[in-house]
């Protein structure tokens, strides 16, 4: 069974870390570009970072750039978002997508040209 399984989501502070896992079973990511979305409340979904198959590249929103960073492991076959001065507005679903797409120059590519996509973990700020 080809499915991503996130994990490492949870209840922190303002200013506070978290640290999400993407993992895969079934297919390697050594091929997949992934990317991290997420969604809010009464929000539509938003990219939150991607990082290419080779894991020479990542791209960040605007919103967590300088806070928030991307990683690769393909021996472990997991994908880290590794979240830092997290603040109430990061609350939210986060979900990771792999994808054999890349090539959006400063972007990363839209949700729809990912294929795989986990079942998100929820992600609070709040004191």
């Known amino acids: 069974q080809l499915q991503l399984v996130e994990s490492g989501g949870g209840l922190v502070q303002p200013g506070g870390s978290l640290r999400l896992s993407c993992a895969a079973s079934g297919f390697t990511l050594d091929y997949y570009a992934i990317g991290w979305f997420r969604q809010a409340p009464g929000k539509e979904r938003e990219g939150v970072s991607c990082?290419?198959?080779?894991?020479?590249?990542?791209v960040y929103a605007d919103s967590v750039k300088g806070r928030f960073t991307i990683s690769k492991d393909n021996a472990k076959n997991t994908v880290y978002l590794q979240m830092s001065s997290l603040k109430p507005e990061d609350t939210a679903i986060y979900y990771c997508?792999?994808?054999?797409?890349w090539g959006y120059g400063s972007r990363c590519p839209p949700g729809d040209k990912y294929n795989f996509w986990g079942q998100g973990t929820q992600v609070t700020v709040s004191s």
């Open positions: 997508a792999a994808g054999t797409t």
């Open positions: 990082i290419s198959s080779s894991g020479s590249t990542t």
